[in-house]
Structure formats: C-alpha cells, structure tokens
C-alpha cells in the first residue's frame, strides 16, 4: 500500500507541475521575438527631443575641452539630458576633448557606435562626426567617420566601428558631435546567422535572423571613444563596411591563387608534344 500511495502522489505531482508549466509564458530569445517598438516612432521621438533641446554651444571656442582622450575606448551615452551643440544649424549632442602631448604621430583614435534598439529592423547608430582644433581653437580637420560592421565573439567586440587617424602636430582638441550628413545617412548590416550561431552575448541575441540591411543614422546613442587598441584595431580590420562584390565562384578565385599541378602538366605535356612534332617534321624534312 505505501508503495501505491508513493506512486500516486508522484502522478499527481508531475500533473500539477505540468499544468503550472503550461500556463506559464513560454520563453522566446529575443531574435525571434516580433519587434515590440517602432523603429519610425522612436527615431522620430528622438530626433523632436534633440531639436526641442536648448543647444550650450555654437562655436568651437564654447566648448569645455577639459577632459582628456580617454587611453583606451570609453563609453559616453549620448541622449536625453547631455549637452547639446548647434553647429552650422544643426542640432547634435557631442563629447569634446583634450589630445595627449608628447604622444608619437601619427596615432589613431577608435570610435564605437552601439545599436540603438533591440530589434536590427527597429535599431540606428548616431555616426559620430570628428573634427580636430588648434590651440585657438581653429578646425584644422573635419571628418564625417565610416561607421563599419563588425560581429565579434563578445560585446566589447560587436557594434559598428571607425576610426580617426591624428597626424598633425597642431591639433591640440577633438570634437566629436553628428553632423547633419551623417545624421540624415545609414551603415551597412550584414546578418550571418551561420557565423553567430555558436556565440551567446547579449549583443548577438538582439540581432535578427538573417540577411542585410541598412541601420539608419540617429541623433543619440551610445559610442565608445578613446585611443585605439589592439582589439579595436582588429575589429575595425575585419569590418565589413559595404556589400562584398559578387565574384566567380570559389573554384575560379583557387584556380587564379593557386598554381594547380594539372593545368602545369598539360602545359608541359602540350609543350613536349608541340617540340616532339617539331622534332619530327625536322628529321622528316631532312
């Protein structure tokens, strides 16, 4: 009878935990989750904030420079409640610096730029804008920066990356702000599903399922800034920055890399043949 009754309040147990498992929500990893924002809206709610926003500077002379180029990349979230700049009519939130002295030129600085949104198809980047001051603070160089997609096996190693390269020994300040060009542009996104399958960081479980695409350009976000490093540099390196041009096929691509046995052996049977009828028609005309 004790065994029976064991048996039974076992049965019973698995039924109750089977219920309570069915009526929980069933766990879905966010890639395969239907967006749950907007893409439209949000870009648009963020762009009315930037301009309803009262801008602190209007000239290069304005800004605080009193922070130094942080040593290795840093993290700056850019949005409601930081600083705004009004440069050449267009509103941007901005970060600005001091260059190091004394350092070896020319030297290159990494920018980062994280998806903005959980969803690939619901996401954008704010594509920074660098421009380089004297100590008058004169622009002596402005460059709107390639964003360029990388996919890496951890967070520090994903996002959409640049860089900016110092080689003049007058510039003493940076600012990085969104001109109005690269606001209103986008970066190319490829998707792999194949080659992200096997990683598990929070940046590659946001991603969607397949394909390419192209993340529009946004007035806030987060971006990593500072001086580039061994695992920026390899990352911007392997960036994919545009659409690969379609080829000829793998075997066409190792038949013009690599020397291949048989094409020299026929060339070197045709050849032996060619000087063997030579040979022949000679003794022949003799």
């Known amino acids: 009878m004790s065994h029976r009754f064991i048996a039974i309040a076992a049965a019973l147990t698995f039924t109750v935990l089977l219920?309570?498992?069915?009526s929980a929500k069933v766990l879905i990893p966010p890639n395969l989750r239907a967006p749950t924002e907007d893409s439209a809206d949000a870009l648009k709610t963020a762009k009315q904030q930037l301009q309803q926003a009262s801008p602190c500077c209007s000239s290069y002379a304005d800004f605080s420079y009193s922070?130094?180029?942080p040593w290795q990349p840093q993290k700056f979230a850019l949005g409601s409640g930081s600083m705004v700049a009004n440069l050449n009519g267009t509103h941007s939130y901005f970060v600005a610096f001091r260059l190091p002295t004394?350092?070896?030129?020319?030297y290159r600085v990494a920018l980062k730029s994280e998806l903005n949104g959980r969803w690939l198809h619901a996401s954008y980047l704010f594509a920074p804008t660098v421009v380089l001051l004297d100590d008058g603070f004169q622009p002596i160089h402005?460059?709107?920066?390639?964003?360029c997609e990388h996919m890496g096996w951890s967070d520090e190693t994903t996002g959409a990356f640049g860089s900016a390269k110092i080689d003049s020994d007058k510039a003493r300040y940076m600012l990085v702000y969104s001109s109005a060009a690269q606001q209103s542009g986008k970066t190319y996104w490829e998707q792999s599903p194949a080659s992200a399958s096997n990683t598990t960081t929070a940046a590659t479980l946001q991603m969607n399922s397949a394909g390419s695409f192209s993340i529009p350009h946004g007035p806030d976000g987060t971006l990593w800034v500072g001086m580039m490093n061994k695992t920026y540099a390899k990352a911007i390196d392997n960036a994919i920055c545009?659409?690969?041009?379609?080829g000829d096929g793998l075997l066409n691509d190792l038949r013009t890399a690599l020397p291949l046995p048989w094409v020299k052996s026929n060339s070197t049977t045709s050849d032996t043949s060619s000087k063997d009828s030579d040979s022949h028609a000679s003794g022949s005309s003799q």
């Open 142 to 147: 402005t460059d709107d920066i390639e964003l």
């Open 19 to 22: 219920a309570g498992c069915h």
């Open 242 to 246: 545009k659409k690969a041009p379609k």
């Open 67 to 69: 922070g130094m180029l």
């Open 102 to 106: 004394g350092v070896k030129l020319p």
